[in-house]
């Protein structure tokens, strides 16, 4: 039986593969395992870390909320091809945008200046530099990743079980809830998984539109920047500690997609 993998693939994908194994392993490399687990625990890095895990959760619910009817006007509305690709195109840009350029739109928009500024001042609403704005630019950057994912598994999913169960006279609702989202599972529980990886790590977005208040909107990547010049030994652990609970979350994605 011949194999499919030709013979000169071989070398890249090992280089290609170095090139992103030996960062890893030199962060781990540079871990003191006796101070490893009191750097961790200390009480900043333990705020950082917790108010990354809440932000990050509140942006993926945010993103299944907003992300799953997106995808589903993308993937079945009657909107003009033409038209849609723009929309399309304009969703999925914070996967290309540069964070920064990100956190100083979403500045634009709910900062004191900003388009929303004056209406929600009038609200006795302070977005930026707070927590929500931690969880509106971690929803920012992660909402493509859910989108992008269901999108296409609604595209070739549903068909005849869809239109059997609307023949038999159930509501598009009804179908949505019974029919198409139990057959994109796997992609949705991916696509959610992957939001808040996303979220998890994110930082140019946050820094810009949020700041850096220790307990208020200081995630665990900020606390990383900010240690690296006062701490470096503190600033590596915490780096490997969110290497592997990334680690944990792509291997959790990768088991969904294939159930």
Do not use: K, N
């Not at 009191?38 to 950082?48: G, Q, R």
């Not at 909402?143 to 079980?161: C, D, I, K, N, Y």
């Amino acid at each position: 039986m011949t194999s499919a993998l030709p013979r000169w693939a071989c070398p890249p994908a090992l280089i290609g593969a170095l090139f992103v194994l030996l960062p890893l392993a030199a962060v781990l490399v540079r871990v003191d395992p006796s101070t490893f687990l009191a750097l961790i625990t200390a009480d900043s890095s333990l705020a950082a870390l917790r108010l990354s895990l809440v932000t990050a959760a509140c942006s993926t619910v945010l993103c299944l909320l907003l992300g799953v009817p997106l995808a589903l006007v993308l993937s079945r509305s009657r909107i003009p091809g033409p038209v849609l690709s723009l929309l399309r195109a304009l969703l999925l840009i914070p996967l290309v945008l540069p964070p920064v350029v990100g956190g100083l739109a979403l500045l634009f928009t709910v900062g004191r200046q900003g388009l929303l500024g004056g209406p929600l001042q009038a609200l006795g609403l302070q977005v930026a530099f707070s927590t929500a704005a931690v969880v509106l630019a971690q929803t920012f950057v992660a909402l493509p990743f859910l989108v992008l994912t269901l999108e296409g598994a609604l595209r070739s999913a549903g068909g005849g079980a869809e239109r059997a169960a609307a023949a038999l006279g159930a509501r598009p609702t009804r179908v949505l809830l019974g029919v198409t989202l139990p057959g994109v599972l796997p992609a949705l529980a991916s696509g959610t998984v992957l939001s808040f990886a996303r979220a998890l790590g994110e930082f140019g977005a946050t820094i810009t539109v949020a700041g850096s208040l220790e307990g208020t909107t200081r995630t665990l990547p900020l606390e990383i920047y900010l240690l690296r010049e006062t701490d470096p030994d503190a600033a590596v652990a915490l780096s490997l500690l969110l290497v592997l609970v990334a680690l944990v979350v792509i291997l959790l994605a990768h088991r969904r997609a294939r159930v």
